[in-house]
């Protein structure tokens, strides 16, 4: 085995780990301030999958552009979909409406883009898909790059909006007691919208940079997301530092069975590490900082 | 004079009475066909385009009906996978009530609703399916128009290594009944002929990124040929995977991608200039000279402004095949199932129709090669 393709695996994992992590994030989020999980996250996906498509193919201005028009619908679909569904069901106090609304949602947006869009698999060539870099034996596309630093450029942009602005800040203390968070002055409401809008634009954005990598069907996102569950309990639910070290460890996992064992095994080897982590070490990788997930 | 006219008039009245009701009731007389095709998930295009080459021929033959008979089409989604399948076929035959099925395209789904239409004594006819295990052992109710697994792997193999003078293959599949066993056909024999094998790589349909695995096949040294079977979306990243990794032709390598019934047409458009090169059997050939051919193309033209797929021909074969067996007589699921054993030389625009005793279409005049040439079209091989 030599050199060359070890490294090329593990560029190939880091690319693929980068895609996930920026799937699993937005389920994170929700996670670490609702204690939600919400199981129409893919569609969000496959939902920005499609804007990107479609802006770049009907306006024609480029894929960059595109992927800022699918964070903006993806941030939309959020707000509305949490607005006229998931809040009204939440005034309820019954955790399990909002849960089970979330797979309902999931089938109707399914449904609706498997009705306006069709079954057939579109194929999403961006300008810089066919450009490969090549160098001593190892090959990247500008495709793969673009994804390995937009999804670097989220993670820390989303870190410091965490870590150091009053909203990141108000998110996390709402993630740790919304009540008292509440008597503080904070609007938990207001908060928890925020997190659905960050949420479904980071998965429409993480649409747009998986599409031309994605099978584009309506039922792309489903493809991602179990494997998306599997990072964010691997991470530990809730913790986004975890759920990015999970993603990384996962998409490198996927290149290495890939190949020194075989893709078949790709999923025997995730969720054995998945029943290993909640065997050995439930609250996932960075359990510390489980009081303070967001 | 009065009574005379009046009975006269009487008898026409009632002559006249009983012709209409007699030609109300040939109109009245319909064969139920149910369809079980994939409308949902990654399989969903075959159900898309097997409705369209479906509605073409119900069109074509309700315009005057057959022995009298009218054709209904009743779809169900089969979502090409096994427990949907059994669901959609159970809710057919119990609600429906069909004379005849035909479906699905995928060979798992087929082979779990096999033994339902078996207990409820209906025909299934098959177009889409290649595993060996639809038809051996089978059941005396399936029957397929398609060329099987080991009929298309032989013949692959056969041609992968003596027209294509390939000597080094790695398989590349997705792990269902069908992937697997088209793989297993074309290593026994290409192995056979003296091949060699260099990797044998199945995958689950959940996966997206293939660059991981066409960097292990560019790290196999030199390739021949790559049979490739999976859905066409799999299939389109696969193939543009090896162009990057720089195996194929279509990105600089030497290696040939090579397959069997699988792929629509249209995939080298979507695939792009990773495609160069490919050859791959298709179940029709739209430059087919024969009469039924030319018709079944200019028709889907006139009625879909576009060309016609081997989907599209399939489905409008099983259509024109039942149409053929009841005007044979077929009127009820047991004579149709007769009927079906009975074909002989049945031509049909994807090619000929003769079942052997399994149930199996005998004809290899369905087996149509094609290789996509640089500008992203496709010649027509003629090595069948």
Redesign the interface.
Known sequence: MTTTIVLQQAINGIVLGSLYVLVALGLTLIYGVLVQINFAHADFVTLGAFAAYFFMHLVGLGYIPSIAVALIVGAAMGWLINASIFTPLRRKNNELLPLIATIGVSVMMQNLMLAWFGPIPYAFETEFSRHVIRFAGIFVSWQNVIIIVVSALTIALLYVFMKFTFLGKALRAVSQDRETAGLMGINPNFLIMLTFVIASALAGMGGAMLAPVLVLTPFAGTSVIVKAFAIVIIGGFGNVEGTILAGLIVGLIESYTTQFLNPGLIDIVVFALLLLMLAIRPTGLISERREENV | MTRTLRTLCTSVAAIGLLTIGAVAQAQDKTIKIGALFP????G??F??QDKQGVELALEQINQTGVNGYKFAVHYEDSACSPLPATQAAKRLIEQFKPDVIIGEECSDATLAVMPIVEQAKVPLLNAGSSSIKITQPGNPWTFRIMPNEVMQGINLAENAYRRMNARRAVLLFE?TNAGIGNAQVFKENFTRLGGKVLAE?????????F???A??VA?LGEVDVIPTYTL???G??IT?ALA???VTKGGGGNAIQIGTIWLPFGFEQ????AALGYIRIVQFDPTDARPVARNFVSAFKAKYNTEPTHLNAHAYDQIMLIADVVKRGGKDPETIREGLAATKNYSGVTGSVEFDKNNQNVKMDTIHYMETKPDMSWVSLKWN
């Open positions: 409308m949902s998930g990654p969903s295009y159900g898309t792990n790589i199945g995958f689950g349909r959940d996966v997206n990124d660059t991981a695995i960097t292990r790290g066409e979306g799999q389109l990243k543009q990057q990794a720089g979507k695939a792009g200039k």
